[in-house]
């Protein structure tokens, strides 16, 4: 999956938390979700000369739910609830999380469904 296609998917599946998700998906998404941030950083640094302000809340708001689910849908491809997501509260939680979301998903199907075919 390409970077348009990527962001296209993830904003049409805006609250679905069913399914497996590629790599390239998740990974394609996120990025976006940064460069859509730091964007919002710069316009609001020079309108406010803030780097964090009305611009960058809404950008992370309208990426908020699509982020998880894809988050979500990624971690169903390797057998493990989207709920594992949970644990970035403690910070050292992005480590295991980080590692599940860059490790290759299941080639057998799972209780999330059949494998995803890459092409």
């Not at 998917?9 to 460069?35: A, D, I």
């Amino acid at each position: 999956m390409d970077f348009g296609k990527s962001i296209s998917f993830c904003f049409s599946n805006y609250f679905n938390f069913n399914g497996r998700g590629q790599r390239s998906e998740f990974w394609w998404f996120y990025l976006f979700t940064w460069m859509l941030a730091i964007g919002g950083s710069i316009l609001d640094f020079t309108t406010t000369g803030y780097g964090y302000g009305m611009f960058y809340y809404i950008a992370s708001i309208a990426v908020f739910f699509p982020a998880i689910a894809a988050g979500s849908r990624r971690l169903h491809d390797l057998n493990k609830s989207g709920w594992w997501q949970l644990i970035m509260i403690t910070i050292v939680g992005l480590i295991p999380l980080v590692i599940w979301w860059a490790t290759e998903g299941e080639k057998k199907k799972n209780r999330f469904g059949a494998p995803i075919k890459l092409k």
